[in-house]
């Protein structure tokens, strides 16, 4: 693997990355509704989650889902129900339950992050666009490492930078006294990024 084989991956990691989402929404929300630690631990357990769909790219595993429709069409449907479920759930916390979000422990804030990556679709479609591109079947074990690595390191270093953004120079304190309002609004992204897979879902379908 070239140097410039490597960059081109990498910079195509960080476009996927950097663009919005429900994954975003999230971790801004753990950022700000809990602390900075939330959020980092969120970052680090979507990273994990990324690095995982990394390897079932490369080892192959991508193939058989997108060679086995009813198989797809599950994993589709169990990642849009996840999202409305966590959607819904930002929306209808009435305030004192914001309040005691305080209170939530660190390991819920990783299982988070870890698991909206995996039950994220269109994780599983990017990934397929993007691995078909540069894994290569005479390439080393090493080289496909490299690359699971890359796009799980990646991941987790752009979203620790969201949540040290949004927590620093006085930001964390205007979101503070906004958190309601933050809660309810990413919710409310969560619940229509859903309602467009479910579109998507059934126009595919």
């Not at 602390?35 to 357990?45: D, E, K, M, Q």
């Not at 058989?64 to 009813?70: G, S």
């Not at 993007?130 to 090493?142: C, E, G, H, R």
């Amino acid at each position: 693997m070239t140097f410039i084989f490597w960059l081109k991956f990498a910079l195509v990691c960080i476009a996927g990355a950097m663009s919005p989402g429900p994954s975003l929404a999230l971790i801004i929300r753990n950022s700000v509704t809990v602390n900075r630690f939330a959020g980092i631990l969120t970052s680090v357990g979507h990273g994990i989650g990324m690095g995982v769909y990394a390897i079932f790219a490369v080892t192959g595993l991508i193939i058989i889902l997108t060679t086995n429709e009813i198989l797809f069409q599950f994993i589709q449907i169990i990642g849009i129900l996840f999202l409305l479920f966590i959607g819904f759930q930002f929306i209808f916390k009435i305030n004192q339950e914001i309040e005691h979000i305080n209170n939530q422990k660190n390991f819920n804030s990783f299982l988070q992050g870890f698991s909206i990556a995996i039950l994220n679709p269109k994780i599983l479609i990017w990934f397929s666009a993007v691995f078909s591109q540069f894994v290569k079947i005479d390439a080393s074990f090493f080289s496909h490492s490299i690359l699971v690595i890359t796009a799980s390191v990646i991941d987790g270093i752009w979203y620790i930078i969201v949540t040290v953004v949004v927590t620093s120079y006085g930001i964390g304190n205007f979101f503070q006294r906004r958190k309601n309002f933050i809660q309810k609004t990413s919710g409310t992204i969560l619940v229509l990024i859903s309602i467009l897979l479910i579109i998507d879902f059934f126009q595919n379908s």
